[in-house]
């Protein structure tokens, strides 16, 4: 029998091959000639032409959907661990939380692959992910929509996602950032790139201010379903349309949800972010000629009389808010936070501050406004910003009589000074009693001559009160055991008073400084983290510093350390016992 197969059903294949008028006749002469061998096999043997069906295309809708979030909505693993691998978050960052850019939004996950890719792989995937409204919940607006298809329009895919996503929440992200931008607050044409080079170039930002308000207008009758926002800009003129866009004051500017809803519960998120953390440094807001234009967003939903407002804030889930480089209009915040009014509790968590320039900053009483409506604050970030104050020693003495804010559940605070005297200021405002992890650093502009002298502001972290006072004496931070310190230049006297006052210390990480101070840590565990001063590759050493000063554990983060690395751990070592 197996003779017989393998030596006619070849035979007859190649003679059908060359002979048979169509793929029917061949067929049937092949199942002649194995006719004998199907009695053998429960299964008859089909031919190529037959309809195949993979296996995952046998697999339920249900679970294919599921699928397609996974490969939609979840990050890169590489990319995700990248802030778990700095240790202490040691490393330079653009901002004061050293945050990932998934952070900043979900939708700015590098690896997140758009469901259109799903959408065009064949006519089931497509039914598959169109029913799925949890896949287009993430609308990212970038430069490169308007450089794809000019002819289809601006943004398309954005009416698109908000179609397709029915009434699930939304996480909107907006990057109106040019890579290549000259950091000028206005385009450019025939620029003088130098007096002493006879050229010039012309320069114009893709990302306009029509862009903002016509992507705002599309996405802005949704806001009442908005999980997250998150807009950032490399000019303040496309962040002042989208401010103006956000404050539904003016309904001929701006399309408006219809029915206009008095609250949005469902926003838990709001980034607004101007990148040009250079203009914080100037005294003097830029452009100066918008200076005074001050807005808030979601302001209109405030516009009516009070007796109308629900019991609940307007925003009564916002649990994150960065403002960095944006300003608003500071005296009216609280009440978009928490007003009077209102019978619950604020349940914003995490608050960042940062890059304001002086002029635009909040008074102390506007920025103790905002603390008062925060109790419910886990991390307060702090990075070239904060309340105006006089820049002088005399007026930052801690004579201050006014109480601190209590924020109670407080457990982080960064705070990055360009001035030490304002910093201590800030320091009067707040109750640092339950803080357990505390981040200190010089953010002052890279342009500025001489380092600041932080012996002020080390010697106020170590004591809350002036000599005469009752609590003088008392630790600013009695529980933080995790210690940060970036680019503080001090005394060595000033490390070992400011070491003293943090009995609870365990995690010390040292960066870009001399580690000095040290004799306050000599009869004490304390894990060291330690990156030497002007180390151009990223190292890193990690030890543990025990009461006999012997350097248990020492690892080098990279395989092959620069020059000079062991003589700066080395000595940064041996300073716990000399200086």
Same mark, same amino acid.
């Given at each position: 029998?197996?003779?017989?197969?393998?030596?006619?059903?070849?035979?007859?294949?190649?003679?059908?091959?060359?002979?048979?008028?169509?793929?029917?006749?061949?067929?049937?002469?092949?199942?002649?000639?194995?006719?004998?061998?199907?009695?053998?096999?429960?299964?008859?043997?089909?031919?190529?032409?037959?309809?195949?069906?993979?296996?995952?295309?046998?697999?339920?809708?249900?679970?294919?959907?599921?699928?397609?979030?996974?490969?939609?909505?979840?990050?890169?693993?590489?990319?995700?661990?990248?802030?778990?691998?700095?240790?202490?978050?040691?490393?330079?960052?653009?901002?004061?939380?050293?945050?990932?850019?998934?952070?900043?939004?979900?939708?700015?996950?590098?690896?997140?692959?758009?469901?259109?890719?799903?959408?065009?792989?064949?006519?089931?995937?497509?039914?598959?992910?169109?029913?799925?409204?949890?896949?287009?919940?993430?609308?990212?607006?970038?430069?490169?929509?308007?450089?794809?298809?000019?002819?289809?329009?601006?943004?398309?895919?954005?009416?698109?996602?908000?179609?397709?996503?029915?009434?699930?929440?939304?996480?909107?992200?907006?990057?109106?950032?040019?890579?290549?931008?000259?950091?000028?607050?206005?385009?450019?044409?025939?620029?003088?790139?130098?007096?002493?080079?006879?050229?010039?170039?012309?320069?114009?930002?893709?990302?306009?201010?029509?862009?903002?308000?016509?992507?705002?207008?599309?996405?802005?009758?949704?806001?009442?379903?908005?999980?997250?926002?998150?807009?950032?800009?490399?000019?303040?003129?496309?962040?002042?349309?989208?401010?103006?866009?956000?404050?539904?004051?003016?309904?001929?500017?701006?399309?408006?949800?219809?029915?206009?809803?008095?609250?949005?519960?469902?926003?838990?998120?709001?980034?607004?972010?101007?990148?040009?953390?250079?203009?914080?440094?100037?005294?003097?807001?830029?452009?100066?000629?918008?200076?005074?234009?001050?807005?808030?967003?979601?302001?209109?939903?405030?516009?009516?009389?009070?007796?109308?407002?629900?019991?609940?804030?307007?925003?009564?889930?916002?649990?994150?808010?960065?403002?960095?480089?944006?300003?608003?209009?500071?005296?009216?915040?609280?009440?978009?936070?928490?007003?009077?009014?209102?019978?619950?509790?604020?349940?914003?968590?995490?608050?960042?501050?940062?890059?304001?320039?002086?002029?635009?900053?909040?008074?102390?009483?506007?920025?103790?406004?905002?603390?008062?409506?925060?109790?419910?604050?886990?991390? %307060?970030?702090?990075?070239?910003?904060?309340?105006?104050?006089?820049?002088?020693?005399?007026?930052?003495?801690?004579?201050?009589?006014?109480?601190?804010?209590?924020?109670?559940?407080?457990?982080?605070?960064?705070?990055?000074?360009?001035?030490?005297?304002?910093?201590?200021?800030?320091?009067?405002?707040?109750?640092?009693?339950?803080?357990?992890?505390?981040? %200190?650093?010089?953010?002052?502009?890279?342009?500025?001559?001489?380092?600041?002298?932080?012996?002020?502001?080390?010697?106020?972290?170590?004591?809350?009160?002036?000599?005469?006072?009752?609590?003088?004496?008392?630790? %600013?931070?009695?529980?933080?055991?995790?210690?940060? %310190?970036?680019?503080?230049?001090?005394?060595?006297?000033?490390?070992?008073?400011?070491?003293?006052?943090?009995?609870?210390?365990?995690?010390?990480?040292?960066?870009?400084?001399?580690?000095?101070?040290?004799?306050?840590?000599?009869?004490?565990?304390?894990?060291?983290?330690?990156?030497?001063?002007?180390?151009?590759?990223?190292?890193?050493?990690?030890?543990?510093?025990?009461?006999?000063?012997?350097?248990?554990?020492?690892?080098?983060?990279?395989?092959?350390?620069?020059?000079?690395?062991?003589?700066?751990?080395?000595?940064?070592?041996?300073?716990?016992?000399?200086?």
């Amino acid at each position: 029998m197996h003779r017989s197969l393998t030596t006619t059903v070849p035979t007859q294949h190649n003679a059908a091959t060359a002979t048979a008028p169509d793929a029917a006749s061949r067929y049937k002469q092949l199942t002649l000639f194995l006719g004998p061998a199907q009695r053998h096999y429960p299964q008859p043997i089909r031919m190529a032409s037959a309809t195949y069906q993979a296996p995952i295309a046998r697999l339920p809708v249900e679970l294919l959907s599921y699928i397609f979030l996974l490969g939609a909505h979840t990050p890169d693993p590489e990319e995700a661990g990248l802030a778990d691998d700095a240790p202490g978050g040691l490393g330079e960052g653009s901002g004061s939380l050293h945050e990932r850019s998934d952070d900043i939004s979900p939708c700015a996950s590098s690896s997140s692959m758009p469901p259109d890719v799903f959408a065009a792989v064949c006519r089931h995937w497509r039914e598959v992910a169109l029913n799925t409204p949890q896949l287009w919940t993430r609308v990212c607006v970038t430069i490169g929509d308007l450089m794809h298809d000019e002819a289809s329009g601006w943004f398309p895919a954005v009416s698109r996602y908000v179609s397709r996503s029915g009434r699930c929440p939304l996480d909107i992200y907006i990057d109106a950032r040019d890579p290549e931008w000259d950091f000028s607050e206005n385009d450019s044409f025939g620029a003088i790139i130098s007096p002493y080079i006879d050229e010039t170039y012309d320069y114009t930002h893709p990302f306009r201010v029509e862009h903002m308000h016509y992507v705002l207008n599309i996405l802005l009758p949704h806001i009442a379903r908005v999980r997250s926002l998150a807009i950032l800009t490399d000019r303040w003129a496309p962040m002042e349309t989208a401010l103006e866009c956000l404050s539904f004051e003016n309904p001929q500017f701006v399309s408006r949800p219809n029915p206009m809803p008095k609250s949005l519960p469902a926003l838990e998120s709001l980034v607004l972010m101007r990148c040009n953390e250079f203009v914080s440094y100037n005294p003097l807001f830029s452009p100066a000629e918008r200076r005074d234009s001050v807005l808030l967003p979601f302001s209109g939903l405030l516009s009516a009389p009070e007796p109308l407002h629900a019991p609940t804030p307007v925003l009564p889930g916002l649990r994150r808010l960065t403002l960095s480089g944006v300003h608003l209009d500071w005296s009216s915040l609280p009440a978009l936070l928490h007003p009077p009014w209102s019978t619950s509790k604020p349940v914003l968590q995490r608050l960042e501050l940062s890059y304001h320039s002086p002029e635009v900053r909040p008074s102390e009483a506007e920025f103790r406004g905002m603390m008062e409506m925060c109790d419910s604050l886990q991390s %307060l970030a702090i990075r070239v910003s904060g309340p105006r104050s006089p820049t002088t020693p005399s007026a930052c003495s801690f004579t201050h009589r006014t109480l601190p804010v209590e924020l109670p559940r407080l457990e982080t605070f960064e705070l990055g000074y360009d001035d030490v005297y304002s910093a201590m200021h800030l320091l009067e405002t707040i109750n640092f009693d339950s803080v357990k992890r505390l981040v %200190l650093e010089d953010a002052s502009s890279p342009a500025r001559d001489e380092t600041l002298d932080a012996d002020p502001l080390l010697w106020a972290c170590s004591k809350v009160a002036a000599p005469s006072s009752s609590e003088h004496g008392r630790p %600013l931070f009695p529980r933080a055991d995790s210690v940060i %310190l970036r680019r503080v230049e001090a005394s060595a006297e000033a490390f070992e008073a400011f070491y003293g006052a943090l009995p609870n210390l365990r995690e010390l990480a040292v960066a870009h400084m001399f580690l000095l101070g040290g004799k306050a840590l000599a009869d004490r565990n304390v894990e060291l983290k330690f990156v030497p001063p002007d180390v151009p590759a990223p190292t890193l050493s990690a030890g543990l510093l025990s009461a006999d000063h012997e350097h248990t554990r020492q690892k080098s983060a990279l395989d092959r350390p620069c020059p000079g690395f062991a003589v700066h751990v080395g000595t940064a070592v041996a300073s716990l016992g000399v200086l």
